[in-house]
């Protein structure tokens, strides 16, 4: 079935339009209704990348409850498939392996599930022209999430109760959808593409190993892998993205890793990002969770390291606690006496992990990674994102800046959070696996931080030895949600 394009787009949700479906959850069969392909724009760039999937517990239909809640009172599940700023389609709920997916888990809990498609960066016109760089990800969530409050008298769910979820890039928009609710910045987009004149915030917000804070995280990969000049490149073809692996999706792309070893300037450049790192924390003025502030000296040591590692310590207990045998992390410091886990060696840890991008982890000097292709325009494909990498550029085009200064800044939560403009979701789950070296560990660390620091409840955890993945806990991360809704 594809969306009928002919007929003028209404953007009303149509009850009656559905497929009957079944899934097994747990052995047990849930049966909901699919209500596919809705388009929610009523003047779409590209029909097949701006609609999105609604799936209803049949019970709903019925009078019926399901774990407490009712057709009204509902939550609605919002997860994306965005992997690797590409293009998405909406998350259809399935198991595999007998393992459910979130969409599918979610319906057996009892929430609706709204999955959007989105536009990405590879997506083009049939004149050629680029059509899905930044900000149009972000767009595309707001617009499926103004269809939900458009539509919320007339859909099954609470509106007001919207809960994202994605990994990676998935969990950066996840994390930017909760920042910058209701803010003006978007509109104009909105309104060209005709989207419902609705509100675009959500309740809360869930993010697995978010590639967030763009803008920041080549300085940040550096304060974490400096001194690693001997790594496995990740990567899965030209340009690409290593994605993650989410639980019951797809599976992943097909990864390849090259030796790499950094040449003298590799190592001058981390040196450069490695020494801006302080003064960016220092600047945020983040604290710890009884108020202590978060710094780092000029050589990057200080609260804000000891913050970090200290997650990793938590993690490290939590898994030893369960049963996992740590012994042959060597990383990890014990009492002499005691043999209670009592600090990481930071170095010996990062080298563990390794680096697996070169310094300009995400702004590449030679403009070739997959978020200089996030920051293209309609006619040119790759763009620099930060002034350190323009300034450093190797390659021999000149005009390389991002053109539109304002739409990297429209990509980082950190400018929404705490903003009078925006209308910020009160819950954030950040996770980000100890073992993953997609991002620095700083980068979901000080989003969360920042959110807590304006008041707001986060759950945060970097769980031991996972890599870069998601929806890998379904049933704690369905249990935070039903803990900040009922
Ligand atoms: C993803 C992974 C990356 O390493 C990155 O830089 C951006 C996105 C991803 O898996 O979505």
């Known amino acids: 079935m594809q969306a009928d394009t002919s007929a003028k787009i209404n953007l009303t949700f149509d009850a009656k339009n559905y497929e009957t479906m079944t899934g097994t959850v747990d052995n047990k069969t849930i049966t909901y209704r699919a209500f596919e392909y809705i388009p929610y724009v009523s003047n779409p760039i590209d029909i097949d990348q701006q609609y999105l999937n609604i799936y209803v517990p049949e019970e709903y239909f019925n009078n019926g409850t399901i774990n407490g809640y009712t057709t009204q009172t509902a939550p609605i599940f919002m997860p994306n498939s965005v992997g690797g700023y590409m293009p998405s389609q909406p998350m259809v709920p399935k198991a595999e392996n007998g393992k459910p997916n979130s969409a599918l888990y979610a319906l057996s809990r009892g929430y609706v599930v709204a999955s959007p498609a989105t536009r990405g960066r590879t997506n083009k016109a049939s004149d050629g022209n680029y059509i899905g760089k930044a900000p149009a990800v972000i767009v595309d969530l707001q617009a499926a999430t103004a269809y939900l409050h458009a539509n919320d008298a007339a859909m099954p769910g609470n509106a007001n109760r919207i809960i994202t979820n994605g990994t990676s890039a998935g969990g950066a928009v996840s994390l930017l959808q909760g920042a910058a ?48 000049t001997s790594f496995d490149k990740v990567s899965i073809g030209q340009g690409e993205l290593p994605q993650a692996n989410v639980s019951g999706n797809a599976a992943p792309p097909k990864r390849t890793t090259q030796r790499v070893t ?20 220092n600047n945020l003025q983040l604290r710890d969770s009884i108020g202590r502030v978060l710094r780092l000296d000029k050589n990057g040591d200080g609260s804000f390291k000891a913050y970090v590692k200290a997650f990793i310590i938590d993690a490290i207990n939590k898994a030893q606690a369960n049963g996992t045998d740590v012994s042959k992390h060597t990383y990890v410091i014990r009492d002499a006496k005691t043999g209670a ?12 992990v390794s680096r697996s991008k070169a310094p300009g982890a995400f702004d590449s000097r030679s403009n070739d990674s997959g978020e200089n292709n996030l920051f293209g325009t309609s006619t040119s494909d790759n763009n620099h994102f930060t002034i350190t990498a323009a300034l450093h550029d190797t390659t021999s085009n000149q005009d390389v800046y991002v053109e539109n200064a304002k739409i990297v800044t429209m990509m980082n939560p950190m400018n929404y959070l705490g903003s009078p403009a925006a209308t910020n979701a009160r819950y954030y789950r950040i996770r980000y696996g100890t073992a993953d070296s997609n991002t620095s560990m700083a980068i979901p660390l000080i989003v969360g931080t920042r959110a807590q620091n304006l008041g707001y409840r986060v759950d945060m955890a970097t769980p031991f030895n996972v890599d870069h993945s998601g929806d890998y806990d379904l049933e704690e991360l369905f249990n935070w949600m039903d803990s900040i809704v009922k």
């Open 262 to 281: 950094l040449n003298t300037d590799d190592v001058a450049y981390s040196n450069l990002l490695k020494e801006h790192f302080p003064d960016y924390v």
């Open 181 to 228: 609710g209701n803010n003006v910045d978007f509109q104009p987009y909105l309104q060209a593409l005709g989207a419902a004149t609705a509100p675009t915030d959500v309740y809360a917000s869930s993010a697995y190993a978010p590639i967030t804070n763009l803008d920041a995280a080549d300085m940040a990969y550096e304060w974490s892998y400096n001194g690693i």
């Open 341 to 352: 886990i009592k600090d990481i060696n930071w170095e010996a840890y990062n080298r563990f």
